[in-house]
């Protein structure tokens, strides 16, 4: 079994096809929910996201496990705990990977030039050879995960596919071993098939916002009689909305597609999310729009009052909500998205 | 005038309110009119000769230089909001923007300034008026490049951003050069933006003027930053935080390099070129980290300076003071530019920080530190329990946590800060007493 390698990311940025041509099984570090963030919070105030300290705890408890570790440039938090890490994560390879917050030809020159440096960095550190072929056999691999996941993601909004079970699909795809997930993926997408017609007591709702990186949060939505049948969240759609081109240079390849992903929330300018809910709206009927955050979460902050506002002028109906980093399933929460989908449906 | 009358007519406690918090301000009269004019300046830059016909909007540390050799008078929405909450008025436009779907732990630098032009408010209480271009950039946070993206949009009117790599620790040099060439290519594409939008050629003789005129601010005031290593320091941060801002908003650069060789003269008068520590007023020299608490100057000149504790220096201000020489090419200046605004005292990684504070302890000659867990900057919040415990290792020092935010009064509370206050400088008398054996 190949060996794990961690990566920080707070978007889709990190390049898992760099890390598979190296040999390693590429591991999104997510934390755990159920696990107390105490180790981290001796280092990172409890007014700071509480997602990012239980990914530090993750790191601080299972580093050794992992041949390395990389970081993504993404929010303000998790930028500067880079450092934190650096001086609490037991590791032999700590590697920070700079990606920019623009998306303009100098930009990607840029982040072409950043992911050169971690491949460099990679075949130094692991005495390896990331050949050109062994990246296009890692981005048709990649590619063909995406496409199963668009399947997969498509059954959301006819078939009786519970969010639960969307978010584990989603959630593999970041940290299973990528042949295993493709044959994972194959019998999940018959199974799926076959399921029941999409429940007639279930809302669609697209979900957007802060990622959800734990069971429960999508059991919420569940428990209140909501169906996320679209998303733009990195362990979602931004993850495999989009194909990496096949020809050419690979690591332009990467650098092109990573230009054409969802936008999250850390990245600028504001109307190109839009653009993409908007498309989604478009392609798939739902009864409304939830825009939820997890607390502390200042990109998303920053952007929901423009969201929200533009979205309530395209004439669709829309709640903003703030949760907490907890895996109980919180009945007021529930309440608010029980209001939120009579209103919608009425 | 007619926004400021309106403003007094709507808000008359507020504006009362404000005077009174201006007026607790240990502002001189020559302090009072620079920070008029730089507000009344943003308020008439049309009716100013051309070099001035435009207005832009900054954030912090901007190299604003640029754009002001285009004829850009730069406005500083920080330096608006900072000002708002100095005279103790920050809530109503924060209270606003709340109401716009402004999350509470969004930063309220941000938030002040955008309810405060909701509400229709002057500069002097936070508002700002549209401008003719809004430029960003996110070495200090994203907060920056999203904030003013949306003041543009609104407006309608071009927007600029500059997107910096985060210097993380254990960086080396040729690491550095690599973001210098990424922001050198960004900073040509921005004269060629400046271009487009004004219809003009770039004026590279006025750059370097301008670039030269803003490294005589930045030395002026960082010598007169050094006098406060005396003992007595010459200058606390009550005064230096209002002191600051001609540097940082380059509001009218010969008036502000008129006003700190004006300052330097007088200082070099009273205390000559001696630097050397002697007995005076401050019975603890304390460092402050973070952004200073603009609505409770109190802290500062009463409740610290009662028990004889004063902050000597503080790398918040300082950090807007690292602009260098005009070099030869204009290829070398605008790297010099990079890397100026690349690596301040405000955003270093823990490295760069620890190693800073090392030097500024006894450079300072602290006895403590004060280091503010700001909920509105995260940014600067995160790495400091690193710092404090690896500079209480090494040199024993207290070290005070101080959890509140910059711009809300809310945040703060008397009782229980007072009591850990006492604590603090219980602890710096002990440490005082072991520094001297």
Redesign the interface.
């Given at each position: 079994m190949k060996k794990k390698f961690a990566y920080y990311d707070t978007g889709h940025e990190f390049p898992e096809e760099i890390v598979m041509a190296a040999g390693f099984t590429p591991y999104k570090i997510l934390g755990d929910v159920h696990v107390s963030t105490d180790p981290a919070d001796?280092?990172?105030?409890n007014?700071?996201c509480p997602f990012s300290r239980s990914c530090l705890t993750e790191g601080m408890a299972h580093s050794q496990e992992w041949a390395g570790i990389a970081?993504c440039?993404g929010?303000?938090?998790t930028?500067?705990?880079?450092?934190?890490w650096?001086?609490h994560v037991k590791t032999d390879f700590l590697y920070?990977i700079?990606t920019?917050?623009?998306n303009?030809k100098?930009?990607r020159?840029?982040h072409s030039?950043e992911l050169r440096?971690f491949k460099e960095h990679l075949e130094k550190k692991y005495d390896v050879e990331i050949t050109d072929d062994k990246l296009k056999e890692a981005i048709k691999k990649s590619n063909k995960i995406k496409s199963l996941m668009r399947q997969l993601a498509a059954l959301r909004s006819v078939k009786d596919i519970t969010n639960e079970e969307y978010f584990l699909a989603a959630r593999k795809c970041v940290q299973m071993d990528k042949d295993e997930l493709i044959n994972d993926l194959e019998k999940t997408f018959q199974e799926w098939k076959g399921r029941p017609a999409f429940p007639k007591n279930m809302v669609p709702v697209l979900v957007t916002g802060s990622d959800i990186t734990y069971p429960e949060a999508m059991q919420i939505f569940e428990s209140a009689g909501l169906r996320v049948v679209r998303d733009d969240l990195s362990l979602g759609e931004r993850y495999f909305a989009q194909t990496i081109p096949e020809g050419g240079d690979p690591i332009e390849a990467l650098t092109i597609y990573n230009s054409r992903i969802p936008q999250p929330p850390?990245k600028?300018?504001?109307h190109v999310r839009l653009d993409y809910l908007r498309q989604c709206l478009k392609e798939t009927k739902v009864a409304g729009i939830v825009l939820q955050?997890l607390?502390?979460?200042?990109?998303n902050?920053?952007?929901?009052?423009?969201l929200?506002?533009e979205l309530k002028k395209d004439g669709y109906k829309l709640i903003?909500i703030?949760r907490e980093y907890t895996p109980t399933i919180d009945q007021q929460f529930v309440s608010r998205l029980e209001s939120f989908r009579e209103l919608i449906t009425q | 005038m007619i926004k400021m009358a309106r403003f007094i007519a709507k808000n008359p406690q507020v504006f009362k309110e404000g005077i009174k918090g201006y007026l607790n301000q240990p502002l001189t009269p020559r302090m009072l009119q620079v920070l008029m004019q730089y507000i009344n300046q943003s308020k008439i830059y049309k009716l100013m000769p051309w070099k001035f016909r435009k207005f832009g909007v900054f954030t912090a540390g901007f190299p604003a230089e640029i754009p002001a050799s285009m004829g850009f008078s730069p406005g500083f929405p920080e330096a608006y909001a900072a000002l708002t909450a100095t005279a103790g008025c920050a809530v109503p436009p924060i209270e606003c923007a709340d109401s716009l779907g402004y999350g509470r732990d969004i930063c309220t630098y941000m938030k002040t300034s955008i309810g405060a032009s909701y509400l229709g408010w002057p500069e002097d209480f936070g508002g700002v008026r549209e401008a003719d271009a809004y430029f960003s950039a996110n070495f200090v946070c994203d907060t920056h490049l999203k904030w003013v993206e949306n003041e543009a949009r609104i407006h309608g009117k071009p927007y600029f951003a500059l997107d910096y790599p985060s210097v993380v620790a254990g960086e080396d040099e040729s690491r550095i050069e690599e973001y210098i060439d990424y922001l050198e290519e960004q900073l040509w594409d921005m004269i060629k933006f400046l271009e487009d939008i004004t219809g003009r050629k770039f004026d590279e003789d006025k750059f370097l003027e301008i670039v030269n005129n803003s490294y005589e601010i930045c030395q002026l005031f960082r010598q007169l930053n050094d006098y406060r290593r005396r003992f007595p320091a010459n200058r606390y941060f009550e005064w230096v935080r209002i002191f600051m801002l001609p540097m940082v908003t380059q509001w009218n650069q010969k008036d502000a390099i008129r006003f700190y060789k004006s300052e330097l003269k007088k200082a070099q008068k009273r205390y000559g070129d001696k630097m050397e520590i002697e007995p005076g007023r401050e019975k603890y020299r304390v460092l402050w980290e973070g952004i200073t608490l603009w609505y409770n100057v109190d802290l500062y000149q009463k409740v610290l300076a009662d028990k004889g504790a004063r902050i000597v220096f503080e790398p918040y201000t300082i950090s807007f003071a690292g602009r260098g020489k005009p070099q030869k090419t204009m290829k070398g200046t605008l790297r010099q530019v990079a890397r100026d605004t690349l690596i301040i005292p405000y955003t270093l990684n823990l490295d760069r920080r620890i190693e800073y504070f090392n030097k500024m302890i006894v450079d300072y000659d602290l006895d403590g530190i004060i280091m503010h867990e700001n909920h509105s900057c995260r940014p600067s919040s995160t790495g400091l329990l690193d710092l404090r415990d690896s500079l209480q290792k090494r040199w024993g020092i207290p070290v005070l946590m101080m959890n509140t935010d910059h711009c809300d009064p809310r945040a703060y509370a008397d009782g229980p800060m007072n009591t850990r206050i006492d604590g603090f400088v219980e602890l710096m008398e002990e440490y005082t007493k072991k520094k001297k054996h």
């Amino acid at each position: 079994m190949k060996k794990k390698f961690a990566y920080y990311d707070t978007g889709h940025e990190f390049p898992e096809e760099i890390v598979m041509a190296a040999g390693f099984t590429p591991y999104k570090i997510l934390g755990d929910v159920h696990v107390s963030t105490d180790p981290a919070d001796r280092y990172v105030q409890n007014y700071i996201c509480p997602f990012s300290r239980s990914c530090l705890t993750e790191g601080m408890a299972h580093s050794q496990e992992w041949a390395g570790i990389a970081f993504c440039h993404g929010c303000d938090t998790t930028n500067n705990q880079y450092d934190i890490w650096k001086y609490h994560v037991k590791t032999d390879f700590l590697y920070w990977i700079n990606t920019p917050a623009k998306n303009d030809k100098i930009s990607r020159k840029f982040h072409s030039h950043e992911l050169r440096r971690f491949k460099e960095h990679l075949e130094k550190k692991y005495d390896v050879e990331i050949t050109d072929d062994k990246l296009k056999e890692a981005i048709k691999k990649s590619n063909k995960i995406k496409s199963l996941m668009r399947q997969l993601a498509a059954l959301r909004s006819v078939k009786d596919i519970t969010n639960e079970e969307y978010f584990l699909a989603a959630r593999k795809c970041v940290q299973m071993d990528k042949d295993e997930l493709i044959n994972d993926l194959e019998k999940t997408f018959q199974e799926w098939k076959g399921r029941p017609a999409f429940p007639k007591n279930m809302v669609p709702v697209l979900v957007t916002g802060s990622d959800i990186t734990y069971p429960e949060a999508m059991q919420i939505f569940e428990s209140a009689g909501l169906r996320v049948v679209r998303d733009d969240l990195s362990l979602g759609e931004r993850y495999f909305a989009q194909t990496i081109p096949e020809g050419g240079d690979p690591i332009e390849a990467l650098t092109i597609y990573n230009s054409r992903i969802p936008q999250p929330p850390t990245k600028i300018p504001f109307h190109v999310r839009l653009d993409y809910l908007r498309q989604c709206l478009k392609e798939t009927k739902v009864a409304g729009i939830v825009l939820q955050r997890l607390m502390f979460c200042e990109p998303n902050g920053l952007d929901f009052p423009f969201l929200s506002r533009e979205l309530k002028k395209d004439g669709y109906k829309l709640i903003v909500i703030e949760r907490e980093y907890t895996p109980t399933i919180d009945q007021q929460f529930v309440s608010r998205l029980e209001s939120f989908r009579e209103l919608i449906t009425q | 005038m007619i926004k400021m009358a309106r403003f007094i007519a709507k808000n008359p406690q507020v504006f009362k309110e404000g005077i009174k918090g201006y007026l607790n301000q240990p502002l001189t009269p020559r302090m009072l009119q620079v920070l008029m004019q730089y507000i009344n300046q943003s308020k008439i830059y049309k009716l100013m000769p051309w070099k001035f016909r435009k207005f832009g909007v900054f954030t912090a540390g901007f190299p604003a230089e640029i754009p002001a050799s285009m004829g850009f008078s730069p406005g500083f929405p920080e330096a608006y909001a900072a000002l708002t909450a100095t005279a103790g008025c920050a809530v109503p436009p924060i209270e606003c923007a709340d109401s716009l779907g402004y999350g509470r732990d969004i930063c309220t630098y941000m938030k002040t300034s955008i309810g405060a032009s909701y509400l229709g408010w002057p500069e002097d209480f936070g508002g700002v008026r549209e401008a003719d271009a809004y430029f960003s950039a996110n070495f200090v946070c994203d907060t920056h490049l999203k904030w003013v993206e949306n003041e543009a949009r609104i407006h309608g009117k071009p927007y600029f951003a500059l997107d910096y790599p985060s210097v993380v620790a254990g960086e080396d040099e040729s690491r550095i050069e690599e973001y210098i060439d990424y922001l050198e290519e960004q900073l040509w594409d921005m004269i060629k933006f400046l271009e487009d939008i004004t219809g003009r050629k770039f004026d590279e003789d006025k750059f370097l003027e301008i670039v030269n005129n803003s490294y005589e601010i930045c030395q002026l005031f960082r010598q007169l930053n050094d006098y406060r290593r005396r003992f007595p320091a010459n200058r606390y941060f009550e005064w230096v935080r209002i002191f600051m801002l001609p540097m940082v908003t380059q509001w009218n650069q010969k008036d502000a390099i008129r006003f700190y060789k004006s300052e330097l003269k007088k200082a070099q008068k009273r205390y000559g070129d001696k630097m050397e520590i002697e007995p005076g007023r401050e019975k603890y020299r304390v460092l402050w980290e973070g952004i200073t608490l603009w609505y409770n100057v109190d802290l500062y000149q009463k409740v610290l300076a009662d028990k004889g504790a004063r902050i000597v220096f503080e790398p918040y201000t300082i950090s807007f003071a690292g602009r260098g020489k005009p070099q030869k090419t204009m290829k070398g200046t605008l790297r010099q530019v990079a890397r100026d605004t690349l690596i301040i005292p405000y955003t270093l990684n823990l490295d760069r920080r620890i190693e800073y504070f090392n030097k500024m302890i006894v450079d300072y000659d602290l006895d403590g530190i004060i280091m503010h867990e700001n909920h509105s900057c995260r940014p600067s919040s995160t790495g400091l329990l690193d710092l404090r415990d690896s500079l209480q290792k090494r040199w024993g020092i207290p070290v005070l946590m101080m959890n509140t935010d910059h711009c809300d009064p809310r945040a703060y509370a008397d009782g229980p800060m007072n009591t850990r206050i006492d604590g603090f400088v219980e602890l710096m008398e002990e440490y005082t007493k072991k520094k001297k054996h």
